[in-house]
């Protein structure tokens, strides 16, 4: 009985040591993805902000490959004016999430170098974006 308890213990202690050496770890935070994150993919855009005697809105879309933002200009009574460049990635984009509801996103610049930038995501329709890890004073986009 004695030798039956103790090969049941040496067993069920092997079984325990192969089943916890195969458990794999957590993924890697520093994973890079092809493409655009697709809980950030859409189309976003500003609150109006006044200018005297214009007003601004900026406008964010993010496509499979592609981060590209602007600013138009408005009139006082809110009609369109004018358009800015567009800048961001132009595609070859990649991605990785760095934290929760942070990404960093990467890729050919339209002036053909790469850039980098990084996009808060605070909910299903509001982000921010910001070439640097610091968000403060950042304008918030929402999905339209």
């Given at each position: 009985m004695k030798k039956l308890g103790t090969s049941l213990i040496i067993a069920a202690s092997l079984g325990v040591a192969f089943g916890v050496s195969n458990i794999n770890t957590h993924a890697s935070a520093a994973t890079w993805h092809k493409g655009t994150p697709t809980v950030l993919r859409g189309k976003y855009r500003t609150a109006f902000k006044s200018v005297k005697p214009y007003y601004f809105r900026s406008y964010l879309h993010?496509?499979?490959?592609?981060?590209?933002?602007?600013?138009?200009?408005?009139?006082?009574?809110?009609?369109?004016?004018?358009?800015?460049?567009?800048?961001?990635?132009?595609?070859?984009?990649?991605?990785?999430?760095?934290?929760?509801?942070?990404?960093?996103?990467?890729?050919?610049?339209?002036?053909?170098?790469?850039?980098?930038?990084?996009?808060?995501?605070?909910?299903?329709?509001?982000?921010?974006?910001?070439?640097?890890?610091?968000?403060?004073?950042?304008?918030?986009y929402q999905k339209y």
């Open positions: 993010i496509t499979t490959y592609k981060l590209q933002f602007w600013q138009n200009e408005y009139s006082h009574s809110k009609k369109y004016v004018s358009s800015a460049n567009v800048f961001g990635i132009n595609g070859k984009a990649k991605y990785r999430k760095l934290k929760a509801g942070l990404y960093e996103i990467r890729g050919n610049a339209y002036v053909d170098q790469t850039q980098t930038w990084y996009v808060k995501r605070y909910s299903h329709n509001r982000v921010r974006l910001t070439y640097t890890k610091s968000f403060a004073g950042q304008e918030y």
